[in-house]
C-alpha cells in the first residue's frame, strides 16, 4: 500500500486469535515483514509469549465488549490514533449435530465468530475512513461457502460472516477501505482440539440419536483433529493475507488449500442434490 501520511512509518495491523494457529504464525510473519503488530489473545501465557517475540500483545475477548473497546483504545493511542489495517481471525468451532445444539451455544458461536467481530470492525471504520485508507480481512473457513455435517454452529456463523462481509466490502467501494475474506481449508491449527470442551459442555451426545456417529469423531478431537496430508502449515493463509493487505486490487474472496477449492468447484458443477449427497458422504 502506497497511501500511508508518512510512508516510513511501519504500517500497523491488528491481528486477533494469535494465541496459536494461523493467527500466531501470521502475526509474527507480519512483524518479520515490517509491520507494527498488535496481536490479541485471551490467555496471559499467549499473550506473555507474543510480547517474548516483541510483538505488542493485548487481551480480548470478542464476547466482551468492554475488552474490544479497551483494545481499541490502547492501540490507537499507540498510534496516534491512526491504523492501517484489521485481521479478525479468532474463533472457535461449536461441533455436533444442528438438533443437538442447545439455543444458547448457537448464540454463544455468533457472539464469538461474528458479533465480536462486526463490534471491532465498526469501531475501526471512522478511524479508516478519517484517514483515507485502511485494510479489513476477515478469515472465514470453507464451512462459510460449503456445508458439513455436525458443524452447523460453526458453518453458520461463518456462513453469516461471508454476508456481513461482502455487503461491507460493496458499502464501504470508494472510502480507501477495501475488505477481504480468507476461506481455509484443512490448515495445521488446534481449532479441533479447542472444540472439544465446548462439544462436552453442550451436547448431550450420550443421549443423541447421533450417538454412534459422535463416538469416531469424539476419538479424532480427542487425539487432536484429523490427521491429513492435505492440511496446509499456516504459512499459506499468510501467502494471501498479504495481497489481501498489499494489493492495489485485494480479492473478495482468497480460498486456501486443495480441499477448499475441491468443495467450491463441486458446489458450482454439481446438480445441487448429488452435491450434498456427496458432501454427506453418501454419494
Known sequence: MNDYANPRAPRTIIVTGASSGIGAWCARALKADGWRVFATARKPDDIAALQADGIEAFYIDYTDPASIEKLVEDVLERTGRRLDALYNNGAYAQAGAVEDIPVDALRQQFEANLFGWHDLSRRLIPVMREQGHGRIVNCSSILGLVPAKFRGPYAASKY??????????????????????IEPGPVESKIASNGLPWFEKHIDWQNSAHRDAYLPQLERLRGGGTKSRL??????????????????SPRPHYVVTI???????????????????VMSGQG
Open 259 to 277: 480441499p477448499a477449492k475441491v468443495g467450491v468447484t463441486l458446489k458450482r458443477l454439481l446438480p445441487a442434490s448429488m452435491f450434498y449427497r
Open 160 to 181: 453469516a460472516l461471508e454476508a456481513l462481509t461482502l455487503c461491507m466490502r460493496m458499502e464501504l467501494k470508494g472510502s480507501g477501505i477495501h475488505v477481504s475474506l
Open 231 to 248: 492440511k496446509r502449515k499456516p504459512d499459506a493463509v499468510y501467502k494471501v493475507l498479504k495481497h489481501a493487505l498489499e494489493s492495489s
